[in-house]
Nanobody, 115 residues
Framework: QVQLVESGGGLVQAGGSLRLSCAASRISFSISNMYWYRQAPGKQRGVVATITSGAATAYADSVKGRFTISRDNAKNTVSLQMDSLKPEDTAVYYC?????????WGQGTQVTVSS
């Protein structure tokens, strides 16, 4: 079945960096729009970054200039480079793939930023 597996989460001090990766299998990756979402305790899940099949990108205002989304179609992976991390970036980060009316989610990876 389709699998999206996130990795790269962890604990980091404010101002530090982390790089998240999402490895996809059994999907039409090259034609999928890929997303990173996050959900903090007690809050709704929200989109952080988007990269289309044509590699156009978009970011939530709260992460613009600090986060960078990228994709490698040869490796079926999407990454999220997170720099200048803040405590408010603490959340579970999820990868999502969407194409042709279908969508799939990964299991999430925890990112904790200490002050």
């Amino acid at each position: 079945q389709v699998q999206l597996v996130e990795s790269g989460g962890g604990l980091v001090q404010a101002g530090g960096s982390l790089r998240l990766s999402c490895a996809a299998s059994r999907i039409s990756f090259s034609i999928s729009n890929m997303y990173w979402y996050r959900q903090a305790p007690g809050k709704q899940r929200g989109v952080v970054a988007t990269i289309t099949s044509g590699a156009a990108t978009a970011y939530a205002d709260s992460v613009k200039g600090r986060f960078t989304i990228s994709r490698d179609n040869a490796k079926n992976t999407v990454s999220l480079q997170m720099d200048s991390l803040k405590p408010e970036d603490t959340a579970v980060y999820y990868c999502r793939a969407a194409w042709g009316g279908r969508e799939y989610w990964g299991q999430g990876t925890q990112v904790t930023v200490s002050s």
